[in-house]
């Protein structure tokens, strides 16, 4: 398409970055976006492309160090906790004790006590900044608040059955075969129930987010996995057209799927617009295991078969209010279904936390889950794990 364009043959031209220009003349040039027009292009080769000679080659085979490797190993590089913003003011939120306690009251009084104490509120959102953190944190704990509440009666033990017990919607992810016939070819039937808790990312840089508001433009620093969704979210929140809206992210000091709502963003974002001067909020380690979208907790349920050669003849995978993710049947199964039972819509959460991914969202429960009922079903048939993996 650049040769076309520019009117120069295919062996005259090269790419640089993304612009197609004429080694003779650099002046001539045209660049992928210039050609697209941001279009579907498709294109068929007439000709066989030619093979790059190696000795052209700008990065292949050459030594590259990463990046930022050197200011990581000597502490140079700068997290959004290390911004240090002219004027800024550190925050802490006043924290609910469950999550689905309903404020009724705060009293701030012996909090505003402690001198250069600030207190922001903007709905339920309650906030109190210093110049300096420490006295952020001592002051927080002199807020005495009145929450009512609405608890799910549940603990690590309950849990499970909780789950198994809530409405849910289900959906069919594959299925082989028929399962009564499975089991009628089946000598052993094995059934297990499998149970995974909710666990936080814990990262060692908590969520952080700093915010300085120019006029009608925010500029947010985050510690997020997820930016382009942070600056819509801000955007959402306070009612500005993203072109107001400037998200940076500095280095993430660990994310693992708990970085990628990013709640402190849009928080920072609502208390710097209340001030009007620019904040700093980071999580402490307490709300970082409370308030991170935690991986969910889980059953899976596993009814499977064997003959007595230690065939599998039968596997009914089902996994309650976990991704699906990672729940097919690998093996050689000729009678098999998997069933996934979610969150139905338009109904009470069922998770007793905020959930959200964590580390290949789904498939730590479901791998876990069907290698064990595996490994079961080898010990049943006295067969050696690894052979009894091999031969189905």
Do not use: C
């Amino acid at each position: 398409m650049g040769s076309e364009q520019l009117g120069i043959p295919l062996s005259q031209l090269e790419v640089t970055n993304g612009i197609i220009n004429d080694t003779l003349n650099k002046m001539k040039k045209v660049s992928y976006a210039q050609l697209t027009k941001g279009k579907k292009i498709e294109r068929h080769l007439q000709n066989v492309p030619v093979v790059k000679d190696p000795g052209k080659f700008n990065l292949i085979g050459k030594p590259y160090m990463h990046q930022d490797a050197r200011i990581k190993v000597t502490g140079e590089a700068k997290f959004t906790g290390d911004i240090k913003l002219p004027g800024m003011l550190y925050a802490r939120i006043v924290r609910p004790p469950s999550h689905r306690a309903k404020l009724v009251s705060a009293d701030t009084s012996e909090a505003e006590k402690i001198k250069g104490i600030q207190i922001v509120r903007d709905g339920d959102l309650i906030a109190l900044l210093h110049e300096d953190r420490d006295k952020v944190d001592e002051a927080i704990v002199k807020v005495k608040t009145e929450y009512s509440f609405d608890e799910i009666k549940v603990d690590d033990k309950t849990i499970f059955d909780y789950l198994l017990k809530s409405p849910s919607k289900s959906t069919l992810v594959n299925k082989k075969g028929d399962i009564n016939t499975g089991r009628q070819l089946s000598d052993t039937i094995i059934e297990s129930e499998f149970h995974n808790g909710y666990v936080a990312h814990a990262p060692v840089e908590p969520h952080v987010a700093a915010a300085k508001m120019e006029g009608d433009k925010i500029t947010v620093w985050a510690s997020a996995q997820t930016p382009f969704l942070s600056q819509e979210n801000i955007a959402t929140e306070l009612g500005l057209p993203l072109e107001k809206v400037r998200v940076i992210v500095p280095f993430v000091g660990g994310g693992f799927g708990g970085k990628g709502a990013n709640p402190q963003a849009v928080e920072v974002a609502k208390i710097a617009r209340k001030t009007g001067k620019p904040v700093m909020l980071a999580w402490a380690r307490q709300e970082e295991f409370f308030y991170d979208t935690l991986r969910s907790a889980a059953v899976v349920k596993i009814t499977s078969g064997i003959d007595k050669t230690g065939k599998i003849t039968m596997w009914d995978f089902s996994v309650f209010f976990s991704e699906a993710r990672g729940s097919e049947t690998t093996y050689d199964v000729p009678h098999s279904r998997t069933i996934a039972y979610s969150q139905r819509e338009n109904e009470p959460q069922v998770h007793i936390f905020t959930i959200g991914p964590w580390r290949a969202p789904g498939n730590n429960m479901n791998t876990y889950a069907r290698e064990l009922q595996i490994s079961l079903m080898a010990s049943k048939s006295g067969i050696d794990p690894l052979e009894f993996r091999l031969k189905t």
